[in-house]
């Protein structure tokens, strides 16, 4: 049974940064694509970033490229979502999810409906 627990969530300030962690258990963290999404109040769900868990690719959405980095440290079993230069347009519950394959955002077009594991949401507020 994958379980996923999403951290690291807070306010800050326009400008400010913040790093979320997803850490998985139930699973080797190698065999995985992991993404990052996000929920606005009023908006659908849409996707922030996604990495292979095998060989370290990512996928970022064009509107966080540049200020967001995504990366994994399989020891740990954890993923990490760095955000700088955060925005208020950023702010949303962000949640973590897995699949597989590992290249599944890699190779494949893909939506947040390919993924069947996901954690319980982390509240990201950005506001001066």
């Known amino acids: 049974q994958v379980h996923l627990v999403d951290s690291g969530g807070g306010s800050v300030q326009p400008g400010g940064s913040l790093r979320l962690s997803c850490t998985a258990s139930g699973i080797s963290l ?6 990052w999404f996000r929920q606005a109040p009023g908006k659908e ?8 868990t095998s060989d370290g690719s990512t996928f970022y959405a064009d509107s966080v490229k540049g200020r967001f980095t995504i990366s994994k440290d399989n020891a740990e079993n954890t993923v990490y979502l760095q955000m700088n230069s955060l925005k208020p347009e950023d702010t949303a519950v962000y949640y973590c999810a897995a699949d ?8 494949y077009d893909f939506s947040d409906a390919d993924f069947g594991s ?7 507020t950005v506001s001066s």
């Not at 597989?100 to 190779?107: A, E, N, T």
């Open 45 to 52: 769900r849409e996707v922030v970033s996604c990495i292979s």
């Open 30 to 35: 190698n065999l995985d694509a992991i993404g």
């Open 118 to 124: 996901w954690g319980q949401g982390t509240q990201v």
């Open 100 to 107: 597989r394959p590992s290249r599944l955002c890699i190779d």
